[in-house]
């Protein structure tokens, strides 16, 4: 706490007390005027300095929604000052003094609690509350169609070594079986059966089979029967 608000605070208590007492001494009196007893009309003006101690703290918490405690302050501020009034002696210059520290200790938290909420605003505005930064979730990156595994390519397969290997026998022996390109090439009859439908050559067509000259196939000479 500064200097400044415990200077406004002090003077606010000063104001306050001179018009408790002077409230409580006022209504007491006219409470035993007017025929209550002397315990009741020590209580009676308790009931209204606590009411505007508890409107003023309220006024001062910077509660959003004030409007009842400002009714209770101004209830007491009003029976106060009717007390002080009905209390001094039938003159205007004597009524004025009566009424005047309840005057002041409503001007005094009228000017506390309108600076409590400029001070307020003030902090609102020059310190906004952070916002929480939203977490920066990583992009993936991108994905190469060329290497990835489901991009379509335009460039056929190789085709496997022994299908390579059948594929040639054939386009040089069109009627060649299966049994004799495996021993040809050496290789096991599963593997050649396995590799055949792959082994066509690009050329092959069914009117490409010559016709036998003398009984025999010029393509299957030199073939192992």
């Known amino acids: 706490m500064n200097v400044r608000r415990f200077a406004t605070i002090a003077a606010a208590l000063a104001v306050g007390a001179i018009a408790a007492v002077a409230s409580y001494a006022h209504m007491?009196?006219?409470a035993l005027q007017y025929g209550q007893t002397p315990p009741l009309a020590a209580m009676l003006p308790?009931?209204?300095?606590?009411?505007?101690?508890?409107?003023?703290?309220?006024?001062?918490?910077?509660?959003?929604?004030?409007?009842?405690?400002?009714?209770?302050?101004?209830?007491g501020v009003a029976a106060s000052v009717i007390a002080n009034v009905l209390?001094?002696?039938?003159?205007?210059?004597?009524?004025?003094?009566?009424?005047?520290?309840a005057i002041a200790f409503l001007l005094v938290v009228e000017v506390v609690t309108r600076g409590g909420r400029g001070r307020s605003t003030e902090l609102v505005v020059d310190e906004p509350p952070v916002a929480a930064e939203e977490p920066v979730l990583d992009e993936p990156e991108p994905v190469d169609e060329a290497l990835s595994d489901d991009a379509p390519s335009d460039t056929p397969p190789e085709p496997h070594p022994t299908a390579v290997k059948i594929a040639a026998l054939?386009?040089?022996?069109?009627r060649i079986t299966q049994q004799k390109a495996a021993q040809r090439l050496d290789l096991g009859l599963r593997t050649v059966?396995?590799?055949?439908?792959?082994?066509v050559p690009a050329d092959a067509s069914p009117t490409s089979t010559p016709e036998p000259v003398n009984g025999r196939v010029p393509e299957l000479e030199g073939v192992p029967s």
Do not use: N
Request: proline share 7%; charged share 20%; aromatic share 14%.
């Open 193 to 199: 059966q396995r590799h055949w439908p792959d082994a």
């Open 87 to 101: 209390a001094a002696e039938p003159s205007a210059i004597a009524r004025c003094i009566s009424a005047w520290p």
């Open 170 to 174: 054939r386009k040089r022996y069109p």
């Open 28 to 30: 007491r009196h006219l």
């Open 46 to 75: 308790l009931s209204v300095d606590g009411m505007m101690v508890v409107a003023t703290v309220a006024l001062g918490d910077g509660r959003r929604y004030r409007w009842s405690a400002w009714l209770a302050f101004w209830m």
